[in-house]
């Protein structure tokens, strides 16, 4: 082996150590970016597990105080408000004929959904 062939295979060795030296600064850049990622999406579960737990603890504390409050009167809201309206207007609101045009009668049916409702 004469000198210039020892002095390309090292030539080429250097540009070969060159590129893998690049790559691996890429993969330490990439290996950084998901280590980042991964921590934050670490804080974000901890925060979430923390707000499901408080959800949770409300909701039992919810729950203990509506079955205590059963004594309490019901109260219509907007939906049963809208029904109503809907129904003065001419319009079935039972199950059967729901949204067709009442012929100047009144419905056993909706007015069933009335009582059972108070």
């Not at 408080?54 to 203990?64: A, G, H, S, V």
């Not at 079955?67 to 219509?76: A, V």
């Amino acid at each position: 082996m004469n000198n210039r062939e020892i002095f390309d295979q090292v030539a080429d060795m250097e540009k070969q150590i060159g590129e893998l030296y690049e790559r691996l600064g890429e993969l330490k850049g990439q290996l950084s970016s998901v280590l980042e990622e991964n921590h934050r999406l670490q804080v974000e579960n901890h925060n979430l597990r923390n707000h499901l737990e408080q959800t949770n603890q409300e909701k039992e504390k919810q729950k203990k105080n509506s079955k205590d409050d059963d004594t309490k009167e019901y109260l219509p809201g907007e939906g049963r408000d809208n029904l109503a309206r809907l129904y003065d207007e001419g319009f079935h609101i039972c199950n059967l004929e729901f949204g067709s045009p009442r012929q100047n009668e009144d419905c056993i049916f909706c007015l069933d959904f009335f009582a059972n409702r108070k």
